[in-house]
Each structure stands twice: as structure tokens, then as C-alpha cells.
């Protein structure tokens, strides 16, 4: 076990909500549309009519009853059915930075450490706003803290495998304390009109403070026990969005250049994984599956942490035993198994032990073991 902790988590949840019904209406909206303007070609057999979509399929397919956007009527608008987030100008704070802070600031404060504590920030998250000057570098700058930041990503493993990075950064002598910060603005690459995966993703921001523990003057403190990292090159979920875009103009604004994935594949090539990893792990250290209290999952499907935490545990979970935020949240990439261990921690007993893990595209899969302290 390392002596090292998290000390502070924080959570910023965007003001504005999309029920399903919501999406599910202003969606068929634009399939009504798109066939009336096509209605032509679709009569001529040249082109096949867009199918509706269905808030009971979104709920029962996924168990997402609502998602957190940063703009709701842009994502709702059926001729526009994408984000209006306008483009501020370089003097201001960019808007991932501004969720940064706000999730930052929450978990400085649980940990009792200001700026002036703080040597190194890590933006870790799915997509970042631009390339550079990197977010973290922002985020280090609104906050006043000296030192190095620098961005990552490893799509929905960004937090866990951030979690790893700021552990080796403070072991190795680098900082004395590590923010973390995942601000994940999933909209901005969700595609909209896809009927597969229009409702999968919402946007949030968590944050994490990690420092040794003899430094900790926070009340809440978590060990870290220890963290395995995973990856298998995939191409089930993909994103073609990147600077080389320019170089061939055909490919402009194709849906390749937004998320893309086969949900089936992806869950049945991830949960045996993830199952086999956490098992693996625990059998290392030698923790008996039945003493955890807790697995922090992922939340990207109900049916997904079902299943992961039947083979760990050899029966059903309880929702204590394996908590759920995506009904309200969706898959917030990275941050959701952050935000499960940010709501779903306060009736843990000094010696308890968790698991807090991430898996997606890559894939990746990132098991961090936590023990309250
Ligand atoms: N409404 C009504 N019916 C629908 C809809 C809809 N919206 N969509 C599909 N259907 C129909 C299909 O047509 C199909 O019908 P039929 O059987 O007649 O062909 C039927 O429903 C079943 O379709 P699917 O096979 O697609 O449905 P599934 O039951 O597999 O559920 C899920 C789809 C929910 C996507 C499920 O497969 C799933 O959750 N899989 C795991 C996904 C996952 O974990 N992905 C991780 C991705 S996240 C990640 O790694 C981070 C990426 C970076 C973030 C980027 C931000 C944007």
C-alpha cells in the first residue's frame, strides 16, 4: 500500500438537464424532418427512412433517465441538434477551464489545501477544447498554483489512470500535492442524430486531490491501496476528430469525426475484462470480493455494472454494493466513476475498502483500491 491519499473530491454539475422524453422528442423531430426533405429518394427506394427513437428503449437499453448539458436548447433544436457553446475570446477563461475551477475548488476545500499546496495539476479527460496551450496549464493559472500541469487522455479511463499519474508524480518526489480534474463536456462529440448513441453521454466536471498522508489535514481520507491500468487497442468505439482532419477535406464534418461505437461488442468484450482484471487484483492483495464495501463502477450502462459486479462477487450486488449515478447523469466519460465515489462515500468506517474503476475506449480499463483511512 502506498502512503499516499485522496484527501478531496469535488463535483461541478452543469445547471441545465435533458430528460429522455426531451431528447426522444426533439430527435424524432429531426428524423420527421430529414424524411420529409428526402421524401423523394425514400419514395424512389434510393434512400432508406431515418427510424424514430424511444425514451422506454433509451431507459430499459441503458438505464439513463436524464443527462447534465452545458446548452440545452442547441442540443434540443432540431435543426441544429448540437451544443451552442460560442467561442470566447483568449483573454477570457475558457469554458472546460471554468468547470475545472469549479470542481476544483470543491475538492481543495474537502481537503483542506489551498493553492499554495498544491504543486501540479492534471487535466485528464476524453476531449480537450484545444490543443494548446494545454487546459491544465489554464486550470493551473485561474487556481495560483505554482508548479507544472499538463493534459491526458485516455478516454474513459482518464480519471483512474490520472489518479496513477498524480500517485507516481508525488511518490517519485515530484509534488507534494496533485489536483486531478476531469472536465468532461461529452456533448461536444456526442452525434445527436445517431439513433444508436444519441442519449448515451451528458456533461460534468470531478475533481480529486491527491497527497502523501502525513501532509492530509482533510477529515475524509482515502488510501491508496493500489491501481491497475489496462489497455487493448479496439476500434469498437472511435473518434476520427483530429488536427490531420484538414488534410483531407472529403472527411469534414463526416460522423466519424464524432463518437462512434458497437455497443453490443464493446459490452461484451469489456464487462468479461474489467470482471477478470478487479478479480485478479483483489486475489493479488489479497482481499476477499465479499469484504468490499464498495465498487465505485464506471456508468456507462446499468446492465454493464450488473454484470461486472455479479462475476466479482459471485451473486447480485446490492445498489449500496455497487451504486448508480447514470440515471441522472448518463455516461460522463471519465467522471463517473468519480462522481459515484464523490456521492456514494460518507457512510464508510476507517479500514473500509473500495473499488473505484473505469473501462471504455481503447479499451482501457483503470481498477484503483481505496481504504478509508
Ligand atoms: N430507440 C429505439 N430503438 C433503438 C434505438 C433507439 N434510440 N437504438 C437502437 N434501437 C434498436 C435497434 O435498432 C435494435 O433493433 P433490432 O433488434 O430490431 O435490430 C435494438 O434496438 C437493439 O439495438 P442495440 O444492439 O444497439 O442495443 P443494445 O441493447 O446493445 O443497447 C447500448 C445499446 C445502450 C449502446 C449498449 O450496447 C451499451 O451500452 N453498450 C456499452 C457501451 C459502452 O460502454 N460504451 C463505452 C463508450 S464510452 C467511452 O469509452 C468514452 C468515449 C469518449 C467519450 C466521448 C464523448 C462523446
Known amino acids: 500500500m502506498s502512503d499516499i491519499v485522496i484527501s478531496g473530491t469535488g463535483l461541478f454539475t452543469p445547471v441545465e438537464s435533458i430528460s429522455n422524453e426531451e431528447l426522444v422528442e426533439s430527435f424524432n423531430a429531426f428524423v420527421a424532418l430529414h424524411n420529409e426533405e428526402n421524401a423523394d429518394a425514400i419514395a424512389a427506394g434510393e434512400m432508406e427512412p431515418l427510424e424514430p427513437s424511444s425514451a422506454e428503449f433509451v431507459e430499459k437499453a441503458s438505464g439513463i433517465k436524464s443527462r447534465y448539458v452545458m446548452n440545452k436548447s442547441g442540443v434540443l433544436d432540431p435543426h441544429r441538434m448540437t451544443p451552442r457553446l460560442p467561442e470566447r475570446p483568449n483573454e477570457a477563461q475558457s469554458i472546460q477551464c471554468e468547470i475545472a475551477v469549479a470542481a476544483a475548488r470543491e475538492a481543495m476545500a474537502q481537503a483542506n489545501k489551498t493553492a499554495s499546496d498544491i504543486d501540479a495539476v492534471i487535466v485528464a479527460a476524453s476531449n480537450m ?28 479511463s482518464s480519471a483512474t489512470f490520472g489518479i496513477q499519474q498524480a500517485v507516481a508524480t508525488i ?24 439513433r444508436n448513441s444519441h442519449f448515451i453521454f451528458g456533461d460534468v466536471c470531478t475533481a480529486v486531490i491527491l497527497e502523501r498522508e502525513e501532509t492530509a489535514t482533510g477529515s475524509d481520507l482515502y488510501r491508496i491501496v493500489d491501481s491497475k491500468l489496462k489497455t487493448i487497442y479496439s476500434n469498437n468505439i472511435r473518434n476520427n476528430f483530429g488536427f490531420l482532419n484538414r488534410g483531407d477535406e ?17 459490452f461484451k468484450e469489456v464487462c468479461p475484462a474489467v470482471a ?11 482481499i476477499d470480493p465479499q469484504s468490499l464495501k ?12 450488473q454484470l461486472i459486479a455479479r462475476r466479482v462477487l459471485g451473486r447480485e450486488a446490492t445498489e449500496a454494493e455497487a451504486p448508480t449515478i447514470l440515471d441522472e447523469y448518463a455516461n460522463t466519460s471519465s467522471a463517473g466513476s468519480v462522481i459515484a465515489f464523490h456521492k456514494h462515500r460518507a457512510d464508510f468506517a476507517a479500514g473500509d475498502i473500495g473499488v473505484l474503476c473505469s473501462f471504455g475506449a481503447g479499451y482501457s480499463i483503470g481498477s484503483v483500491v481505496l481504504q478509508k483511512a
Open 171 to 194: 511518490a517519485n518526489g515530484g509534488a507534494r500535492c496533485v489536483l486531478m480534474v476531469n472536465p468532461e463536456i461529452c456533448s461536444g462529440h456526442l452525434n445527436f442524430r445517431d
Open 294 to 305: 464498495r465498487m465505485w463502477l464506471h456508468q456507462a450502462n446499468l446492465s454493464m455494472n
Open 250 to 266: 472529403s472527411g469534414i464534418g463526416a460522423a466519424d469525426k464524432l463518437f462512434v461505437q458497437n455497443g453490443r461488442k464493446v
Open 276 to 286: 477478470e482484471l478487479i478479480a485478479q487484483q483483489l486475489a493479488d492483495l489479497e
Open 129 to 156: 477544447q484545444r490543443p494548446y496551450p494545454a487546459m491544465a496549464v489554464e486550470v493551473q493559472d485561474a487556481l495560483g498554483i505554482e508548479g507544472f500541469g499538463f493534459d491526458m487522455n485516455v478516454a474513459c
